[in-house]
């Protein structure tokens, strides 16, 4: 435990001392995009896509170990979301670091957007910060990614171009204790047309369990991206969770991804059968 709060005590002080020091020379840019010209009306984001951790903030005091788990990042998601991306070619937009140095799908005032403990794990990194330290992981972090998805779907809407918001997550196969039987989730609040079409198509796939609004329901309380991109903007838009064990390896990620581009494309020939995109 001493080398631990050692630890603490060194990885802090340059960007304590200087916020704007947050991210230096050798931290990549936040948002990663790919398949930006992708012609899709599927707009996906990722915001828990990767686990980093801005050098001056260390290992937030966290063993490697807490690094690899759910509580970091969604397992799994970035595979399938890039895959998907190639297979529907369409564009996506995901946030390369830790939700524990910032969740990009939390209220920025909510508490657990920067979390203190994420589900029994205390983060030491994230004890007693200071307003302009915790103001900077949102101006360098989290206000890119939004600030990026918004001018896409600007981009979009004024060039007329039909736009399907998907919002990628995975989710931990226990927690808490407590086991989730389901396979997918779809997550959804004010818009149903997207959730569902996917619900009905995702329940015909006799191998599935499918949860509606499960594990989790979309809230202003404790979303981000699908109130303030999705439903803000009128776009129809859906959450979807997949379990992490089914996605923990490539061959996993790559039949997830085959199957929703497969549902994706069904559910794109309906709307438009429907002159929902237009
Ligand atoms: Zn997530």
């Known amino acids: 435990m001493p080398l631990r709060w050692a630890t603490r005590e060194n990885m802090n002080q340059a960007s304590e001392r200087d916020p704007s020091l947050l991210l230096g020379a ?45 509580i970091a990042w969604d397992v799994g998601i970035a595979g399938v979301a890039e895959q998907l991306s190639g297979a529907l070619d369409a564009h996506l937009v995901a946030q390369r670091y830790s939700r524990l ?10 508490p657990s957007s920067i979390p203190l403990i994420s589900e029994a794990t205390t983060i030491p990194g994230n004890d007693g910060l200071t307003r302009e330290a915790a103001d900077a992981r949102r101006r ?31 989710f931990t196969p226990v927690y808490a204790g407590i ?40 809230s202003d309380a404790t ?10 903007r009128g776009l129809p838009n859906t959450g979807i969770e997949i379990r992490q064990d089914l996605i923990a390896d490539d061959v996993g990620q790559a039949q997830w991804a085959e199957r929703l ?18």
């Open 140 to 170: 360098l972090i989290f206000e890119p990614y939004h600030r990026r998805i918004a001018e896409i779907i600007d981009a979009r809407l004024g060039a007329g171009v039909p736009t399907l918001l998907v919002s990628l997550h995975s």
């Open 101 to 110: 140095v910032i969740d990009c799908n939390r209220p920025p005032h909510a």
């Open 223 to 232: 979303d981000f991206t699908i109130p303030v991109h999705g439903e803000a």
């Open 261 to 278: 581009a497969r549902i994706f494309g069904e559910i794109e020939t309906a709307m438009r059968a429907q002159q929902l995109l237009t």
């Open 179 to 218: 086991a989730r039987p389901w396979h997918i989730g779809t997550l959804y609040q004010r818009d149903t047309r997207l959730p569902l079409l996917l619900l009905r198509l995702l329940r015909g796939e006799s191998d599935l369990m499918v949860g509606d609004n499960e594990p989790y329901a979309v």
């Open 26 to 70: 050798v931290d990549v840019p936040p948002v990663l995009e790919q398949n930006a010209a992708g012609r899709s009306p599927f707009l996906l984001t990722c915001d828990h896509y990767g686990r980093l951790v801005p050098q001056a903030l260390g290992d937030l005091g966290l063993p490697p170990s807490e690094m690899e788990r759910h």
